[in-house]
């Protein structure tokens, strides 16, 4: 008899320069639940130390595996696999988005999402559809809503 054996999971979720506190929170904690790891592209709009992390993530703080970095040149200098930023740019809608175990999915800052030079060094721009008339969903509902259908394609739910 074959024995299973567990598939590391090496998709991420990346934050470009974010803004509120209480989203990089939740994101993190979405990371903790989906043993997906987060990179944090600084500058951050808030104070970020220890104390904070662990407010801002709670209990979830020491389960998610999270990497800084100084800039999106530092960041792009580590993406193992292809970078999926999800924009509401994004020239493919997420239905027909096609996703590998090594993406890693790349948010924008929660009131200017992410500059030109970024776009322009993605491989993929992706945008979930939105009712008509509507702009954009929380920073952590679309982090969530984009790393649940990633790890469906790519069968890395958490056993």
């Known amino acids: 008899m074959v024995k299973a054996t567990a598939k590391p999971r090496l998709m991420r979720l990346a934050l470009f320069q974010p803004e509120i506190a209480g989203n990089v929170g939740a994101v993190l904690r979405i ?13 951050m709009g808030f104070p970020w130390n220890d104390k904070a992390r662990r407010r801002s993530a709670m209990d979830y703080d020491d389960k998610v595996q999270v990497t800084r970095h100084a800039d ?5 200098a580590r993406v193992p696999g292809r970078l999926i930023l999800f924009t509401t740019r994004g020239g493919v809608r997420l239905p027909e988005a096609t996703f590998q175990p090594d993406d890693t999915l790349l948010f924008g ?4 999402g992410v500059p030109d030079f970024v776009h322009h060094g993605v491989d993929l721009a992706v945008r979930i559809p939105l009712a008509a008339g509507l702009r954009s969903l929380n920073l952590s509902v679309a982090t969530g809503i984009a790393v649940a259908e990633a790890l469906r394609q790519t069968h890395g739910w958490p056993a």
């Open 109 to 112: 800052s929660e009131s200017a």
């Open 31 to 43: 990371g903790a639940c989906f043993s997906v790891g987060i990179d944090i592209i600084e500058p």
């Open 72 to 76: 999106f040149d530092a960041f792009k």
